[in-house]
DNA sequence: ACGATACATGCAGAAACGTGCAAGAACAGG
DNA sequence: CCTGTTCTTGCACGTTTCTGCATGTATCGT
């Protein structure tokens, strides 16, 4: 084993158990536990680990704020993604819209899933980077910085040369009669060509979005296949949204 | 065995088994571990491996590695980047190149600076989200996960539908003879796309790049207005580029 | 307070490293 | 075909780095 390697391993170990305890590491890699005590004092000198007696554990600012984009990520939002996230096949294309529920989907896609993901949103490009077996395409355009996509007529463009199995896409308003809806008018085109060019496109609706309306239509409901949410799904607006066809897919 | 063919032994060894181990290699491949010490010099001089005490590892295991280098800019870095800022004119179009001193670059402009931002980093263009005056064009492709910059068919193209006042590049080497090289073929002829929509193209070079050379050429240095470096300006290889008409900005 | 455990430090052997050098192969030019 | 040059390769040497052990000290739990 190498030198970096097993560094490699604390940090992963640290990163995956939240602490790490010496003794327990060099009985487990056969090796001094001076070694893993070198080591470790050499990481929290390059504040990626703070030491504590006995091992380390995760450098706090860190952790913390790991911890906190991970819990202010609501629950909801997190379980819709896993389930979102579950849809995607391995091997198939899916095109990914922006938004912070889309950017929790990529947080939960499997790491070592192989398959093609497109999006106009360059956070969700910068997440996947750590996932390896994934093809990302990024859709070029003007950046809309309200919403961290790109926007516009170039985008658009490239969005007609792309086409995908699955269409993810966030929302900011479910309701029955105005259908999906969203506070801006060029990310509601966007929206547009994305579902066009998919086989199937499911909404992800956490439950405060269900029987809201914003300004601008993304799409009638004839259009979407599915909605994911964490709302009841004996919501009254999920029961007419089933009436109209659309499947409901309960997380949580 | 041919001298590339063992290269490209060590470079697939690397991803299949995640880490190389200098003396195993040299013992199966019946040859000297100086010869593998020597490959391995050369590939991390490329970038394309890691090289520890007692082998070679991937060169981007983690995204923790890109974070690492994201929230430790070395000093060299920083005032590079500073003078580079400050060639941009407000109200001007910059094509801002992807690495960790673009997105330095990136930090440095002014808050408030108005102006036109083109770039093929999602990174960057995630940093420039709190320029609010900065419209920021982002060219769309396929995500080239080590240097997390858009490349290939799709964002060349792209790139030939504008242009701009000033490109400002990284690369990874400069040398009198090769000019700019860079690890990545696919990186490199975008870094040439770019280079050919400004006006004017400047070079970021830390320190330590100079009188490097990479496996792919991006520019002779007819095609370069200035090399921004914290290196000595009388550096031998600097001292060569400006007989070559190269203007050499100083920074720090 | 006391034993047990963890720790830092110094040390020595081993392993890996860089560099200079020379022998040999590949190549260009005459 | 010969010759000079360049590049590669393996070896030798001195240097640096790593690792486990021993020692004495600090910290923890009881």
């Known amino acids: 084993m190498l030198a970096a390697e097993r560094r490699d391993h604390l940090l992963g170990l640290l990163s995956r158990e939240g602490k790490i305890v010496a003794k ?10 001076d070694s893993v005590r070198r080591d470790l004092r050499d990481l929290a000198a390059e504040g990626l680990c703070q030491r504590v007696y006995g091992g380390a554990l995760p450098v706090s600012p860190a952790v913390a704020d790991y911890g906190a984009r991970q819990t202010v990520t609501p629950d909801g939002k997190r379980q819709v993604a896993a389930v979102a996230a579950a849809l995607v096949r391995p091997g198939s294309a899916l095109i990914l819209d ?76 479910v309701h029955p009669e105005a259908g999906l809806t969203t506070g801006d008018a060029e990310e509601a085109a966007m929206k547009r060509a994305l579902a066009a060019r998919a086989a199937d496109t499911y909404v ?10 914003s300004r601008f239509r993304v ?12 709302a009841d799904p004996r919501h009254p607006v999920l029961e007419r949204l089933a009436a109209h066809g659309v499947e409901i897919l309960a997380a949580g």
Chains 1, 2 share one sequence.
């Open 24 to 33: 327990d590491v060099a009985a487990d890699l056969g090796i001094s536990e």
């Open 204 to 213: 992800l609706a956490s439950s405060e979005k269900i029987g809201t309306a």
């Open 219 to 230: 799409l009638p409901w004839e259009d979407v296949s599915g909605l994911i949410t964490d």
């Open 98 to 173: 922006g938004g912070t529920t889309a950017l929790a989907v990529a947080h939960a896609l499997p790491p070592d899933l192989a398959c093609t993901v497109i999006t106009h949103s360059p956070t969700i490009a910068v997440a996947l980077l750590d996932h390896p077996r994934a093809e990302v395409f990024l859709l070029g355009g003007r950046l809309f910085k309200h919403s961290a996509v790109t926007c516009g007529a170039a985008a658009a463009e490239a969005a007609q040369n792309i086409s995908a199995d699955l269409c993810l896409l966030g929302v900011t308003g």
